[in-house]
T-cell receptor, first 112, second 116 residues
Framework: QQQVKQSPQSLIVQKGGISIINCAYE??????FPWYQQFPGKGPALLIA?????SEKKEGRFTISFNKSAKQFSLHIMDSQPGDSATYFC???????????FGKGNQVVVIP | DTEVTQTPKHLVMGMTNKKSLKCEQH?????MYWYKQKAKKPPELMFV???????INESVPSRFSPECPNSSLLNLHLHALQPEDSALYLC???????????????FGQGTRLTVV
């Protein structure tokens, strides 16, 4: 059972454009929503995370938007660069839990 | 220092071999994890140790045997693996769950395991 659904599966963006990846979840007990960036042959790296008491969090060119009522959250990559080409995973977990539910991942390719 | 160190980076083993994967962190985290990741798939949780005790085993076959010797180290002992066990094995750590809740999980670079 996929607890976190991620879309689209892949994305091609021009350099300087905006990459948008969406995730949806069902479990209302989830209260921690991180995004991970993974390059080929490397482990996932924590990119940015949000808790449901805020609707938006920005770190540099990366922004998470969170819609609690719709049970959706999204990652926006502004001014996308070729170095942003990677697989992005959204995830969710409960505050008191140690189990991250991952989305299926989204491969982003930024073309020059 | 937010580093989780895994060794070896690559491992090729036969189906009758015994090998171990190692993971180390010095962030004071009391939860440590083993994940398995196949190509183009998300990481799949295998085991969780919380305060050096095994708290989650996701019905992993007994040919995988985890061990947590102390709060900084995590091992995964491998024996009689199958070719389908070939994957990227990831270690991660975080603050342990509890009254303050779990926080960010940091992943190591992984061990690329090939079973021949």
């Amino acid at each position: 059972q996929q607890q976190v659904k991620q879309s689209p599966q892949s994305l091609i963006v021009q350099k300087g454009g905006i990459s948008i990846i969406n995730c949806a979840y069902e479990n209302t007990a989830f209260d921690y929503f991180p995004w991970y960036q993974q390059f080929p042959g490397k482990g996932p790296a924590l990119l940015i995370a949000i808790r449901p008491d805020v609707s938006e969090k920005k770190e540099g060119r990366f922004t998470i938007s969170f819609n609690k009522s719709a049970k959706q959250f999204s990652l926006h990559i502004m001014d996308s660069q070729p170095g942003d080409s990677a697989t992005y995973f959204c995830a969710a977990s409960r505050r008191r839990g140690n189990r991250l539910a991952f989305g299926k991942g989204n491969q982003v390719v930024v073309i020059p | 220092d937010t580093e989780v160190t895994q060794t070896p980076k690559h491992l090729v083993m036969g189906m009758t071999n015994k090998k171990s994967l190692k993971c180390e962190q010095h962030m004071g985290h009391r939860a440590m994890y083993w994940y398995k990741q196949k190509a183009k798939k998300p990481p799949e949780l295998m085991f969780v140790y919380s305060y050096e005790k095994l708290s989650i085993n996701e019905s992993v076959p007994s040919r995988f045997s985890p061990e947590c010797p102390n709060s900084s180290l995590l091992n995964l002992h491998l024996h009689a693996l199958q070719p389908e066990d070939s994957a990227l094995y990831l270690c991660a750590s975080s603050q342990a769950g509890g009254i303050w809740g779990s926080t960010e999980a940091f992943f190591g670079q992984g061990t690329r395991l090939t079973v021949v």
